[in-house]
């Protein structure tokens, strides 16, 4: 449900980042199930996948995509250099001071450091549905729920991963400043129950509060109409190799 729920990314960014030239070999750091990577692939890229978790690697293996099962820092690049170095809602999770090090190891000269992740804003009427439903099943996650669009995946005023990257070989860095990239997804009631339902935060929900959850947040939603648009926004965190 993962691979199916999760949104994927922007043109838009896959355009800038493909604008460097030239740019064919790409790694993915923390694949997941090769959202981002297919993009790339689908423009004629070759891309290699690390991914710690070996069930997400054999569905990012099961799209076609070569995967190693390991984690960025401890990986064993065998001397092999890239292009493009990406990672889509994964740089977080990582050892910010190693794995820029690591980065700019595995990255040729001119090469690309690209870590984006997805923001998540929605309309009054899909807030005032979460309102009335999470009220009710989980009321703490009104103010602490990234999928809820209340707070952001990463604060970029308190950002070790740019800090990290700017003590290193980078260049065109911003630290406390990225990108930007909108764009939109219609959603129909049951897409979004399945979109949460992969979220960390409802995850640790007892199991009968979630089903409760999801159950009325479905039910809530028709309310809206066969779908509804959520605003979303990649920001892009970024830095060139010298």
Known sequence: MYDRARPTYPP??????LSDAPVVDVVDVGCGTGKAARLFIGHGRRVLGIEPDPRMAAVAAAHGIDV????FENWDDRGRRFDLLIAGQAWHWVGPVRSA?????VLRPGG??????????????VRSVFDQVYSRHAPEMLSTSYALGVV???DPDHDPAAAALAAGPFAQL????RERFPWTVEYAPHQWVEHVATHSDHRLLDPSILEALLRDLES???????KFPVAFCTALLSAKRQ
């Open 12 to 17: 838009t960014l896959v355009a800038r980042l």
């Open 68 to 71: 190693e099962v390991s984690e």
């Open 101 to 105: 090090e690591k980065a700019a190891k």
């Open 112 to 125: 690309r450091f690209a870590a984006f992740w997805n923001e998540m804003h929605h309309t009054e009427e």
């Open 152 to 154: 952001d995946p990463i």
């Open 174 to 177: 911003a630290v406390g400043k």
């Open 220 to 226: 809530a939603l028709q309310s809206l109409g066969p």
